[in-house]
């Protein structure tokens, strides 16, 4: 793997980490502060109305809460989440029943056994958005509803004024405020704006019933600024009874059914739980790159370890046969063709003692065939392809590779030990690095993509994974394994999936090219080759099977 490759590699293995980070850590950016508002701004990413006690967003209960908890008026906080606790409930005494949020869901029945334990002596404050039909109408005779538009409402008790504002994200925005009318039979009037009560206080039985109209009142976004929080105190002080017991089970949540999908939205799988968890998430972004990084450096060819040689021999004259390995790999034909004559230049001189290098006439060319034993055509053609100066080709190569291989045979400067030795030598032909490197790439991203699928819910997402796998085992095998080894008396075919082919050089009947196909047919058997998923440098070696 050369350096471009390697460079290229690494960089598309930190493109996708950063994108895979940037995916599981991004949860929306913050809001800036609009200078424009009159108040403080409540800095948050989440102004969906969800009044809740145990919700900090904007539209949350949680300030309402602790200031409920942390007010020496009030000695008890109850939160009641089951129903079924209902009938307990309103066998109570001196207690206050208290619920603020956007619906209030009880059935006729469950309204009738409340309101019997507000006429026993209990007290009962209501503040929601959608009042319930069946309360106002077991307790007003008609609708006592009405609605005022504007961006902002000045609560009024007592001659103190309480501006409030519907904010979101950042803005006054106008807002629609409940109110109610004036004539109906409410035994106090607490709140007024817009010249319409807004907090009442009527008798019901033993008891009173709290009507506040607009539940944002409550909310964290307002009790966070000062006159909320002031107005919230003067709420506060108007209740008689200082044990509070929270109807949580009345807020309901409507879910919509997706009749195509089968499935509700708030159904989540446990990779959108996990993935909540800081932990985790950087824990499976290690894991990912780690996954890559271990398929990228241990997919490169790796060779036999070369055992120890106990005794040196003068193999230096066999390192011409390996010049032609270096051509495909550096793809530097001249260099090449001078390492090639200055190694055919030092062999004739160790072994002959003629030196050619610096030859001034035809004298030590004709010695050396004498010496020899090669006839001097065969000698004077080595060595004008050897010193030839112009533009090469690879083809150029292989012929002066093997001329150069007849000569040491035929002088006897290759003994039977080196030439046995490169009788067993074979040529291992590989796939295109790019392609390989291309396909372990989208295996890895098919993986990737299948964990993004899982963790927005999409279920098929699961099925990516082995698909993935599959590909990269693939990727792997191009990588590692030959497409074609070349032997001394066969050829053998190595496919990614599939059987190898072995063709024995002496069955082989043809060579055909066809374009960028090179087709190989032996008795009844065949081999065919895609020279563009093939390294470039092989290309040659290839091309030249149908000479041989």
Do not use: C
């Amino acid at each position: 793997m050369n350096n471009k490759r390697l460079i290229a590699m690494i960089s598309t293995i930190v493109v996708v980490s950063l994108l895979l980070v940037f995916f599981l850590n991004s949860e929306g950016s913050d809001q800036t502060e609009n200078t424009s508002n009159p108040e403080p701004p409540y800095t948050s990413k989440k102004w969906e109305p969800k009044l809740k006690l145990d919700n900090r967003d904007p539209y949350g209960l949680y300030v309402m809460s602790q200031l409920l908890t942390a007010d020496s008026s009030i000695t008890a906080f109850n939160e009641f989440t089951d129903y079924r606790l209902l009938d307990s409930l309103s066998m109570l005494d001196s207690s206050l029943y208290m619920y603020v949020g956007i619906d209030f869901t009880l059935t006729n029945d469950e309204m009738d056994i409340l309101l019997e334990g507000v006429a026993r002596g209990n007290d009962f404050f209501l503040s929601v958005e959608h009042i319930p039909y069946n309360f106002l109408e077991k307790t007003f005779d008609g609708s006592p509803l009405t609605f005022n538009a504007a961006e902002k409402a000045v609560y009024t008790v007592d001659g103190d004024s309480y501006p409030m504002y519907y904010i979101y994200e950042q803005d006054t925005l106008t807002e629609q405020w409940d109110l109610l009318h004036q004539d109906f039979g409410y035994k106090e009037v607490l709140t007024t704006t817009f010249d319409h009560p807004v907090y009442v206080k009527f008798e019901w039985g033993k008891g009173h019933i709290f009507m506040h109209m607009n539940p944002v009142t409550f909310t964290n976004t307002q009790l966070l600024r000062q006159p909320g929080k002031d107005y919230f105190k003067s709420v506060v002080s108007t209740f008689e009874h200082s044990r509070i017991q929270w109807l949580t089970f009345a807020r309901y949540e409507p879910v919509p059914y997706d009749i195509d999908a089968s499935q509700t939205p708030g159904n989540e799988n446990i990779l959108s739980e996990l993935f909540k968890f800081t932990a985790f998430r950087w824990a499976f972004i290690l894991a990912i790159i780690g996954i890559i990084l271990y398929f990228v450096f241990r997919s490169k060819r790796r060779r036999p370890i070369i055992p120890a040689v106990s005794t040196s021999s003068n193999d230096g004259f066999s390192y011409v046969d390996t010049l032609a390995g270096i051509y495909y790999e550096k793809a530097a034909a001249s260099k090449v063709l001078k390492m090639m004559r200055k190694n055919f230049y030092d062999a004739v001189e160790r072994h002959f003692y003629i030196d050619l290098a610096h030859r001034k006439n035809q004298r030590p060319v004709v010695s050396l065939a004498q010496k020899s034993g090669v006839p001097l055509k065969k000698i004077e053609r080595l060595l004008s392809l050897l010193e030839k100066e112009a533009t090469i080709a690879g083809n150029y190569l292989s012929q002066v590779n093997r001329l150069q291989r007849e000569f040491y045979i035929f002088s006897g400067i290759w003994g039977d030990d080196v030439i046995a030795q490169l009788a067993q030598q074979d040529i291992q032909i590989y796939r295109s690095k790019s392609q390989s490197t291309g396909v372990l790439v989208s295996g890895i991203l098919i993986i990737i993509f299948g964990f993004i699928f899982l963790s927005l819910g999409i279920g098929w997402g699961v099925l990516l994974w082995p698909a993935g796998i599959f590909i990269i085992i693939v990727a792997t095998r191009m990588m590692r394994q030959p497409i074609l080894i070349l032997r001394e008396h066969e050829i053998a075919y190595k496919p990614v999936l599939g059987t190898p082919i072995t063709l024995n050089k002496k069955d082989i009947s043809s060579v055909l090219q066809d374009g960028g196909i090179i087709k190989i047919y032996a008795n009844q058997q065949k081999i065919i080759l895609n020279l563009n998923t093939i390294e470039d440098a092989y290309h040659q070696t290839i091309k030249a099977l149908k000479t041989k």
